[in-house]
């Protein structure tokens, strides 16, 4: 399910994508740069040792150097650009493609401990958060990881439907709410008073998973319908990483994408999306 090589036409890579296929790419040019940049960031706020417990140690110390380095990453259009760039290497059409604002993700060592971060580890499509079927969703790790430390696909529930809230969430309800929610947590009981969609059921016993370990600055591709979860994170350290959300809007305009078997968000994000062309200029 997992592959390392992209096919070379854009248009058959989403295809592949909208039925499954999930794709681990090497680092290139691109999101090297765009890890660096973060880095760099990481390292202004928390040090040469960024993933060091001692930085989570005081959670609202932390809480808080997130929620700068968030907000940077958001408010300057140079992370947009390197995002764009980044959608034209892998041969994406900026033009056609729009993607949201770059999020900054920190998983905590015994973090799933924490009852504000509880969401943080739901079963999930990103689908359900009033996101289109054409969403392809761009995941990249700032350090090299082991399996332990990313997180599982459920190729089984790809094409079947999944008990679940997805009704919940609406998007401009969530950003009448609260507009910062757009690039990740800015209060720290966010996490106890957003409404989140979930499994309401449990999944079968013998569901598949499928995991992987990665490398610093490669690009995780995949279906933002596909169903993941989040590992607990107990080995010492924290995890960073990135993601951002891509869809083509040629695709978008013509119903192309995964299925949607389960999703009942209403609203759409799509209208918040940068298309690459504009940040490529910007």
């Not at 989403?14 to 740069?33: I, T």
């Not at 609202?60 to 290497?89: H, T």
């Not at 080995?235 to 869809?247: A, E, I, K, M, Q």
Request: glycine share 6%; with cysteine; aromatic share 10%.
């Amino acid at each position: 399910m997992i592959r390392h090589q992209a096919p070379a036409d854009n248009e058959a890579l989403r295809q592949s994508l909208y039925q499954g296929q999930v794709f681990l790419l090497e680092a290139n040019v691109a999101s090297r740069a765009l890890g660096h940049a973060v880095r760099c960031l990481l390292l202004k706020h928390f040090g040469a040792d960024y993933r060091s417990l001692e930085h989570s140690a005081d959670g609202d110390v932390f809480f808080g150097r997130m929620g700068l380095s968030r907000r940077e990453l958001y408010l300057q259009p140079e992370p947009q650009r390197l995002i764009a760039q980044l959608v034209a290497s892998l041969g994406f059409d900026p033009a056609r493609s729009a993607c949201d604002p770059l999020r900054l993700r920190a998983i905590l060592h015994d973090g799933e401990q924490n009852l504000r971060a509880k969401a943080v580890y739901y079963p999930h499509r990103d689908t359900w958060y009033s996101h289109s079927q054409s969403l392809i969703t761009c995941w990249i790790p700032l350090d090299d990881l082991p399996r332990e430390e990313t997180f599982v696909f459920f190729p089984g529930q790809f094409t079947q439907a999944v008990a679940n809230n997805s009704e919940i969430f609406d998007y401009q309800r969530w950003v009448e709410r609260d507009w910062n929610l757009k690039i990740g947590w800015q209060h720290k009981d966010d996490g106890l008073t957003a409404q989140y969609p979930e499994l309401t059921g449990a999944l079968p016993e013998d569901a598949a998973k499928i995991g992987f370990s990665c490398r610093r600055d490669q690009v995780l591709l995949f279906a933002g319908h596909h169903l993941h979860q989040t590992l607990p994170q107990s080995r010492g350290r924290n995890r960073f990483s990135l993601d951002f959300r891509l869809v083509q809007l040629d695709d978008h305009e013509a119903g192309r994408g995964a299925p949607n078997v389960d999703n009942r968000s209403t609203g759409s994000a799509l209208p918040h999306y940068i298309n690459c062309a504009a940040a490529l200029r910007a």
